[in-house]
Nanobody, 114 residues
Framework: QVQLVESGGGLVQPGGSLRLSCAASGSVFSLNGMGWYRQAPGKERELVAVITRGGSPNYANSVKGRFNISKNNAKNQVYLQMNSLKPEDTAGYYC????????WGQGTQVTVSS
């Protein structure tokens, strides 16, 4: 079992930045990769960015060039640096991990508004 806890969400003006953190505990050695998803009201949950066990990142087209996913293996943490935020980035952001199962955190709200 893996437990994931997100932090770092909040209210930011358009053009601003936020950094989300995800702390993993439990059987983290079994994870093949971790990532960030988001879900806005009335919309389906969508992939934002993922990072493989080897550290290779992939991004949704909508965030390429603005968001950066990284990880610290020693701390069992994954980060999402979000720059040049837009109102359409407003959503609940969820950390995920995957081995034979899918694991999810409780989510952290990001609101981009003036």
């Amino acid at each position: 079992q893996v437990q994931l806890v997100e932090s770092g969400g909040g209210l930011v003006q358009p053009g601003g930045s936020l950094r989300l953190s995800c702390a993993a505990s439990g059987s983290v050695f079994s994870l093949n990769g971790m990532g960030w998803y988001r879900q806005a009201p009335g919309k389906e949950r969508e992939l934002v960015a993922v990072i493989t066990r080897g550290g290779s990142p992939n991004y949704a087209n909508s965030v390429k060039g603005r968001f950066n996913i990284s990880k610290n293996n020693a701390k069992n943490q994954v980060y999402l640096q979000m720059n040049s935020l837009k109102p359409e980035d407003t959503a609940g952001y969820y950390c995920s991990g995957k081995d034979a199962n899918d694991y999810w955190g409780q989510g952290t709200q990001v609101t981009v508004s003036s």
